[in-house]
């Protein structure tokens, strides 16, 4: 096994998924990548006042700035690849934005026609405090963790896709935690960023504490997982996902793969695996900031003994 270094430069980023993009890094199985990612944004620097304009690595707002891809040789379509993040650590600042989207949440809210309102962090070890005072605890994880879908790009970064992953914004990523995601394109060309210093379930206020991130991964392949889709092992338990611009259908897809998960596990019949998921499973909303929502369903993992 090898470890890579891949810092985020202009030759190492990109805004967009495309399978046609060229790798900026090609690794074996096992081998781990210490990952530098800019902020959503791609800000060069951290803003002296809320809202000041700084300078940033891509003009072009309107999709994340991304580390990769990177390359896993052997990986084809139909494969898994496995994330293990080994550590992730959160940059020294962040910041927040809410009042800046018009959407049935905004309205509903009163907030819509902004003003906006931002929040500038100072990140620390284990806390976050920002310009107004307040501080809070952080749980450092990535929002974007995706593959290339298999059409020819270029796509949007912004929504999550069932097929290959991406913007999920699953504050259960954290440390320890193993993503499995399907291989869509060969060599899987993973894209890491949008580092969360912070985010509740739901990434309410659209976005979270946005900073910089340096995460360590471990990427290895898979063929066949037994659960099929995303999904995920987190210090909390097993995760299951869904993602609709439906939250009742992302509801279904996300509980119907936990009960392939269930019946796998303890030998079930369907019907069975959803009386004990009553019982034990959580059902969590990930995001509602990106169009297409996001439900993961947690098994905790002393929750069936």
């Known amino acids: 096994m ?13 805004n967009v998924f495309s399978r046609d993009t060229p790798p900026v890094l090609t690794v074996d199985a096992g081998d781990s990548v210490v990952v530098g990612s800019l902020d959503a944004a791609g800000y060069l620097e951290p803003m002296r006042t ?11 707002r309107t999709n994340h700035c991304l580390t990769g891809p990177i390359a896993v040789r052997g990986a ?7 994330v293990r993040f080994e550590s992730i650590r959160a940059g020294t600042w962040g910041w927040t934005l809410a009042g800046v989207k018009d959407n049935p949440l ?35 994880f990535l929002g974007v963790v995706g593959v290339p879908p298999v059409e020819p790009g270029p796509h949007s970064t912004i929504p999550p896709r069932a097929a290959s992953g991406g913007n999920i914004d699953c504050r259960e990523l954290v440390a320890s935690s193993t993503l499995y995601l399907p291989v869509t394109v060969p060599g899987a060309m993973l894209h890491l960023g949008d580092g969360h210093a912070a985010q509740g379930n739901g990434e309410v206020a659209g976005t979270a504490i946005e900073c910089p991130m340096t995460t360590e991964v471990t990427l290895n392949l898979r063929e066949r997982a037994p659960v099929p889709g995303i999904h995920a092992e987190t210090p909390e338990g097993q995760v299951t996902f869904g993602f609709d611009e439906d939250l009742n259908v992302a509801t279904g897809d996300a509980l119907d793969a936990m009960l392939v998960w269930l019946r796998s596990l303890f030998d079930l019949d369907r ?6 998921a009553g019982a034990t499973v959580d059902l969590r909303i ?20």
């Open 2 to 14: 090898v470890r890579h270094e891949l810092p985020a430069t202009r030759d190492t980023v990109v």
């Open 286 to 305: 990930t995001q509602v900031a990106n169009g297409t929502r996001g439900v993961h369903a947690v098994l905790p993992y002393d929750a069936i003994r």
């Open 76 to 82: 084809e379509p139909g494969m898994v690849l496995e």
């Open 271 to 276: 019907t069975a695996a959803l009386a004990l």
């Open 106 to 140: 905004t309205r509903r809210l009163g907030v819509a026609d902004g003003p906006a309102s931002w929040l500038l962090w100072d990140i620390g070890d284990e806390t976050a405090t920002n310009d107004r005072g307040r501080t809070v605890d952080i749980a450092p």
């Open 50 to 60: 809320p809202g000041d304009p700084r300078p940033r690595m891509f003009e072009d």
